[in-house]
C-alpha cells in the first residue's frame, strides 16, 4: 500500500502506519520517518551532503541505505569502498542490509571485497557474499569428493540426449523414490550455486538452462527457477524467463520466481501473458515480489478471460476459491492505474460482490488517488 500511495505523490497519515526503525523496504519517501524511530529523541535529522566515512555516522541506517543505493547506481566502486571501511563495525544484522545493496551495479571488480566476506563472523553474510559471487560466475564449490553437495545434487539429475538429426543435451529431473529423497534434493538446491552445478555437468549456466526439461518434475522446476534466481548469472536469468515467456502457457509460470532479478519491461510481459493466456493460473500473480504500482491497463486486464475467470469466482460459491479471489483483487489495485481500479471495481459488483467488502478496500484506495500530488 505504501508503495502504491508513494507512486501517486501522497503519503500515509503517521498516526494510521509509521515504518519501523529497521524498516528496509518502503519507499524513500519514509527515509526520514524511520530515521526519525531511529532517533532516541526524534530530533536529529540526517545530513543532506554525499555519505563519506567522515560522515558516517551522522546517516541514520535509512538515510544511508538510501545514499548507498544510489551511489552503487552511480558510482559503485565509491559505494564498495565505503562498505569496505565502514560494514566491519557494523553489526551482523547492518552489515547483511549493506551486502545486499552490492546487488546494485553489481561487477566483477566487487569480488575480492565479496571473497573477503567468507570469514565474516556471520554466516548470513558469507552465505550472501557466496550468492553474489556466483552470479559473477565465481565458484564457490570444489572438489567433488563424496561430501560435496554439488555432486550430490547432480546426482539427483539425468543427462540425456533427444532429436534425431541434430542431437542437444538434455537435463532431466531423476526419479524420486521417497520422501527424504525429495528433501534432500529441495536442501540442495537452496543451498548450492547455479554456476557450479552447471559446471559440474561441463555447460555454462544458460546451456544448463536451455537444456532444462521443464514439465518433467513440477517441485524441480519451481527448485531450479528459485536457484537461478538466487544465484544465477544476469544472463541465465533473463535467458530462462525469455524462452519460458516465448514458449508461453504453464512454464512461464516458473519465470515468476525470477521477478525480483527482472527489469520492468520484462515483469510487464510476464503479468500480460498470464493475463491473456493462462487464466487459470491468474490467481499465481499474488506470489511473485518486485513488481512495480499503477502500470496495468484495463485492456490488459481484458485481453484474454482473466475477468471472465475473476468473475465467476465471485458468483461462485466456493469458499477457498473466494478467499483467492481476495488476495487476487488486492494484487491488482497494487498493479493497476486508478482507471483500471475503478473499472474492476464495477465489474466485481455486478458479478455479485458486495460494494463494501473488504476485498475492495485496496481498489477502493487506488481509484480515489486519480492525479499525481504535486
Known amino acids: 500500500m505504501a508503495t502504491l500511495v508513494a507512486g501517486r505523490g501522497y503519503v500515509l497519515h503517521p498516526m494510521d502506519w509509521m515504518p519501523s526503525a529497521s524498516d528496509q523496504n518502503s519507499p524513500d519517501i519514509y527515509a526520514p520517518w524511520i530515521d526519525w524511530q531511529a532517533s532516541v529523541e526524534g530530533l536529529k535529522i540526517a545530513p543532506q551532503e554525499q555519505l563519506t566515512v567522515q560522515n558516517w555516522d551522522d ?67 558469507q552465505e550472501l557474499a557466496s550468492r553474489l559471487l556466483a552470479r559473477l560466475g565465481e565458484h564457490g564449490r570444489v572438489g567433488g569428493g563424496a561430501d560435496d553437495p554439488v555432486a550430490e545434487l547432480a546426482a539427483f539429475i539425468a543427462e ?16 524420486l523414490k521417497s520422501p527424504a529423497q525429495e528433501k534432500r534434493r529441495a536442501e540442495l538446491f537452496e543451498t548450492c550455486n547455479l554456476v557450479d552445478l552447471a559446471s559440474r555437468f561441463g555447460v555454462s549456466e544458460p546451456d544448463f538452462i536451455a537444456a532444462w526439461q521443464f514439465g518433467a518434475d513440477n517441485n524441480a522446476d519451481i527448485q531450479i527457477s528459485r536457484m537461478v534466481a538466487a544465484s544465477g548469472s544476469d544472463a541465465a536469468v533473463t535467458q530462462m524467463a525469455d524462452t519460458l515467456i516465448a514458449e508461453g502457457g504453464k512454464p512461464a509460470l516458473f519465470v515468476l520466481h525470477l521477478t525480483p532479478r527482472l527489469d520492468s519491461r520484462r515483469k510487464r ?17 499474488t506470489l511473485a515480489e518486485g513488481f512495480e504500482a499503477n502500470w496495468l491497463d484495463w485492456p490488459d486486464l481484458t485481453n484474454g478471460q482473466s475477468l471472465a475467470v475473476l468473475r465467476s469466482a465471485v458468483a461462485g460459491n466456493d469458499d477457498a476459491m473466494k478467499r483467492t479471489v481476495d488476495d487476487l483483487l488486492e494484487t491488482l489495485g497494487f498493479l493497476a492505474t486508478a482507471a483500471t481500479a475503478e473499472k474492476l471495481i464495477e465489474h466485481v459488483v455486478a458479478a455479485g460482490m458486495p460494494p463494501a467488502a473488504a476485498s475492495l478496500a485496496f481498489l477502493r484506495l487506488n481509484a480515489a488517488l486519480t492525479g499525481t500530488n504535486p
Do not use: N, W
Not at 510481459?269 to 500473480?285: A, E, N
Open 59 to 125: 546517516f541514520y541506517p535509512a538515510a544511508r541505505r538510501i545514499a548507498l543505493t544510489e551511489m552503487r547506481r552511480r558510482d559503485p566502486a565509491t559505494a564498495r569502498s565505503l562498505m569496505e571501511a565502514k560494514a566491519p563495525g557494523e553489526p551482523a544484522e547492518v552489515r547483511l542490509a549493506l551486502i545486499e545493496l552490492m546487488h546494485f551495479g553489481l561487477t566483477p571488480e566487487d569480488a575480492p571485497f565479496l571473497k573477503s566476506l567468507a570469514t565474516d563472523r556471520s554466516g548470513k553474510v
Open 160 to 175: 540425456g540426449k533427444s532429436g534425431f538429426i541434430r542431437r542437444r543435451t538434455t537435463y532431466t529431473p531423476a526419479k
Open 269 to 285: 510481459v510476464l503479468v500480460r501473458l498470464i493475463l491473456k493466456d493462462t487464466p487459470q493460473y491468474v490467481s499465481t500473480l
